[in-house]
Each structure stands twice: as C-alpha cells, then as structure tokens.
C-alpha cells in the first residue's frame, strides 16, 4: 500500500512561516494529485491545497496569496509553504494522495499539528 510521512509541523507566531512536507512511497504506478487538508476542533475536514500531475493548482479561498503548494515529482513529495500565518490556520494538516495502483486509490497522512499563537 501507499504510506504518507508528514513533516514540518509545530507552534509558530502569527505572521510567521512553516513548511510541511509530505513523501508517499509504496507501489505507486503513478500519482493524480496531492494535496493538503486541515481540521480545526470541531470543524469539519476541509481542503487547502492541492497540485495534480497536470500542475493544476487549488488553493482554498482563505489561503490564496499566503500559502504555497509544490511538488517533487522524483521524491513523490509534496510540500506546503506556509506564510503570514494566522491563528485561524491552526489546525491538523493531513496530508491527501490520490494514486494508482492499477486502479485509483485515495491515502492520507497521519496528520501534522500547526500552531499559530497571536
């Protein structure tokens, strides 16, 4: 199966930056799209970022201009770059991959905490 390793989450003050990072190995023929989600407490899981193997890119509304999403094709990693930081960013990032093996199968990360203090 696909395995996704999340990275790079912690506490950090508002206006500041933090970087995620999230690597899928397996038996991956090839990757449709990564992504990032997050869910504050109480919220329901919602998208913030993803990049399809086409490089189309879609950011959620509340990030657009702050956060950044790219990818390394040869590693199978995903990264979001995370600035100007807000407390309403807090939340659980999970990590999203829609892969194929054979057929098309949707894998999550175990989820980074990110902290962002006023």
């Known amino acids: 199966q696909v395995q996704l390793v999340e990275s790079g989450g912690g506490l950090v003050q508002a206006g500041g930056s933090l970087r995620l990072s999230c690597a899928a190995s397996g038996r991956i023929s090839s990757i449709n799209f990564m992504g990032w989600y997050r869910q504050a407490p109480g919220q329901q899981r919602e998208l913030v970022a993803r990049i399809t193997s086409s490089n189309t890119i879609t950011y959620a509304d509340s990030v657009k201009g702050r956060f950044t999403i790219s990818r390394d094709n040869a590693k199978n990693t995903v990264y979001l770059q995370m600035s100007s930081l807000k407390p309403e960013d807090t939340a659980v990032y999970y990590c999203?991959?829609?892969?194929?093996?054979?057929?098309?199968?949707?894998?999550w990360g175990q989820g980074t905490q990110v902290t962002v203090s006023s």
């Open positions: 999203n991959c829609n892969a194929r093996l054979g057929s098309n199968f949707n894998f």
